[in-house]
C-alpha cells in the first residue's frame, strides 16, 4: 500500500513524537513508525531531568500540563566527595532551573497529544528501511499489521535511536564519527521508594561514582559505576543499598530512603557524533546522532533541542519555501552538541573512579572537586551548563 505526507519520521521516542507535535501546530503533515509497541515506549524507563529550555518547550507547545502538576522542579544539585556535602545552587548562579519529569512521561503526554489530534503513529512496525533522500525521492517502507507500506515523503527524519535504521543507512564514508567508549557502566535501579532528599546526588568516592535522583514523589532512581562487562544479577539488593550509602556518605548521617527495586540495569557510557547530520532530505536527531554519558543529564535535552530546530527550518520551508534553516540544520544543532558533549565528558571525567587511573589522575579530580565547590565563577560555569544555556534557533 502506498500513501504520502510531508514528513515521515521513524522512530517514536521524544525526539519523533515532539517532532510530529511541532510540525502539527504549525500545519505540516507527518506520520511516525515505530518498531516497538505502544506499551513498550510508554512504559521505558530512561532520561527525568530536563532543562529550563525543554521545560519551557513542553509548556509552550501544549503538552506540559501533567509536567507542571507532577514534575518536581529543582534549584540545585549536591556533590559529595571526601565525607563532605556541597551544594550548587543552580538558581541563584543562573536564574534557571530544572524539572524531574520521567522520559516515559513525557511520552505517554506526546502519544496522547498526538492521539487526541488525530496524528498518524504506527507502532509495531517490522523491517523499515529508508532510501531515495539523496535523489530527491525519499521513502520509507515497512510492514505494518500485516501489510507492505510504502511511504513517499519530502523529507525523513531520522529520531530512532543509536541503533535506528536511519544511521546505518547513510553510505559510510559520508559519515565522521567521533567515539569514546568509557571503561566503566553504571548499574541502575528503580525503587519504590519516596525521594529522601530535594534533589540530585552526584558522588565521588574511592569505591566509585554514585548518583541519587528521582523520577517522582514515589519513585527513586540510583546509579552505582560498576565495571562494564558487570551483569545485574551479580549485584543483590542489600549489597547495592550497601553501596549505595558507602558512596554517598556525606558527613551528616542521610542516606538513601530504601524500597522494593521494581528494575535494575547494567548500561554502558560512550560518548558519541556522527556528522554532519544532514543527507540530502534525511535528517539525523537526537540518540541517532549523538550519545553523551548520563552524567550530566544531556541526553533527552539534546534530542528535544534537535526537533525544536529541525520544526522550526521544515515549517518555514512549508510556509515560505525559505532553506535557509534546512540548510544549516546540522551546524546549528552541532554547535550545542558538542557543547553538551564537553560538559558530559567534563561530569564524568571528573567524578568517576578510572580503573587506569594513577596518584596523579586522583589528585587532579580532588582539585578540580575542590576548585567547583570553593569558586563562584567554577560553580556558576557547572550551572550553567547543568540547567541548559539558552536556546536559540537561527
Known amino acids: 500500500m502506498g500513501i504520502r505526507t510531508q514528513v515521515a519520521i521513524v522512530g517514536a521516542g521524544p525526539a519523533g513524537l515532539m517532532l510530529s507535535h511541532l510540525l502539527h501546530r504549525a500545519g505540516v503533515a507527518s506520520i511516525v513508525l515505530e518498531d516497538r509497541s505502544r506499551a513498550y515506549v510508554e512504559g521505558r524507563v530512561r532520561a527525568g531531568v530536563l532543562e529550563q529550555g525543554t521545560a519551557d518547550l513542553l509548556r509552550g507547545s501544549g503538552v506540559g500540563e501533567r509536567m507542571e502538576r507532577e514534575g518536581l522542579v529543582h534549584h540545585g544539585i549536591e556533590l559529595r566527595f571526601d565525607g563532605r556535602a556541597h551544594r550548587i545552587d543552580v538558581t541563584a548562579l543562573t536564574g534557571r532551573s530544572i524539572t524531574v519529569y520521567g522520559q516515559q512521561e513525557l511520552v505517554k503526554d506526546l502519544v496522547a497529544a498526538r492521539a487526541a489530534a488525530g496524528g498518524d503513529m504506527r507502532f509495531e512496525c517490522a523491517q523499515v528501511a529508508v532510501d531515495g533522500f539523496l ?19 519530502d523529507f525523513i527524519a531520522g529520531c530512532d535511536g543509536f541503533h535506528g535504521i536511519c544511521r546505518a543507512s547513510i553510505a559510510p564514508g559520508a559519515l565522521t564519527v567521533h567515539e569514546r567508549v568509557y571503561p566503566f557502566a553504571w548499574l541502575g535501579i528503580l525503587a519504590q521508594a519516596a525521594p529522601s532528599h530535594e534533589e540530585l546526588v552526584y558522588a565521588h568516592h574511592e569505591r566509585g561514582f554514585a548518583l541519587f535522583s528521582m523520577r517522582s514523589r514515589s519513585l527513586t532512581r540510583l546509579y552505582l559505576q560498576v565495571p562494564p562487562d558487570d551483569e545485574p544479577a551479580q549485584w543483590e539488593d542489600g549489597r547495592i543499598w550497601d553501596e549505595l550509602d558507602a558512596r554517598l556518605e556525606g558527613g551528616d548521617g542521610w542516606r538513601p530512603a530504601r524500597g522494593e527495586v521494581l528494575e535494575k540495569s547494567v548500561t554502558g557510557m560512550r560518548s558519541f557524533v556522527a556528522e554532519p547530520m544532514r543527507h540530502g532530505s534525511l535528517f539525523l536527531a537526537g540518540d541517532a546522532a549523538h550519545i553523551v554519558p548520563p552524567t550530566g543529564a544531556k541526553g533527552l535535552n539534546l534530542a528535544m533541542a534537535d526537533v525544536r530546530v529541525l520544526a522550526a527550518a521544515l515549517s518555514k520551508w512549508y510556509a515560505t519555501g525559505d532553506a535557509s534553516g ?18 558530559s565528558w567534563w561530569m564524568t571525567a571528573m567524578l568517576h573512579r578510572f580503573p587506569e587511573g594513577d596518584s596523579f589522575q586522583r589528585r587532579l579530580q580532588r582539585a ?26 537561527r
Open 135 to 153: 535523489e530527491g525521492q525519499p521513502r520509507v517502507t515497512c510492514r505494518h499489521e500485516g501489510c507492505d507500506l510504502e511511504i513517499e515523503c
Open 368 to 393: 578540580q572537586l575542590e576548585y567547583v565547590v570553593s569558586s563562584r565563577h567554577a560553580a556558576a560555569s557547572l550551572a550553567e551548563n547543568y540547567a541548559g544555556l539558552p536556546f536559540d534557533v
Open 326 to 343: 534546512v540548510d544549516v540544520y546540522s551546524a546549528t544543532c552541532l554547535e550545542r552538541v558538542w557543547r553538551a558533549e564537553h560538559f
